[in-house]
Nanobody, 124 residues
């Protein structure tokens, strides 16, 4: 059984920064691609960023490219999302997820394990 717990969300002004963390327990996840998704009220869950099992490769949604950076520490079984230059449209619940399929997947249906999410609110 895998458990993912996100933290680090909060309220920030436009242009500000936040760093999200996702701690995994119950299974050593160093062999799997992990990702961050987000979901705003009334909208579908959307892919934000993904990282390979080793941490050497990453991929991003166009909307966050150049502003968000995903990283991981396999010794701590933790994935991070550094967010800078935040915009009001970044407001959402941010969730981390694990896929068993491999690298490069962007659909929520392709991810097996999910956390509960952490709220990020960006004020204008």
């Amino acid at each position: 059984q895998v458990q993912l717990v996100e933290s680090g969300g909060g309220l920030v002004q436009a242009g500000g920064s936040l760093r999200l963390s996702c701690a995994a327990s119950g299974r050593y996840l160093s062999g799997y691609t992990m990702a961050w998704f987000r979901q705003a009220p009334g909208k579908e869950r959307e892919f934000v960023a993904g990282i390979s099992s080793s941490g050497d490769s990453s991929f991003y949604a166009d909307s966050v490219k150049g502003r968000f950076t995903i990283s991981r520490d396999n010794a701590k079984n933790t994935v991070y999302l550094q967010m800078v230059s935040l915009k009001p449209e970044d407001t959402a619940i941010y969730l981390c997820a694990v896929t068993l399929l491999g690298y490069g997947y962007r659909r929520a249906s392709e991810y097996r394990y999910w956390g509960q999410g952490t709220q990020v609110t960006v004020s204008s």
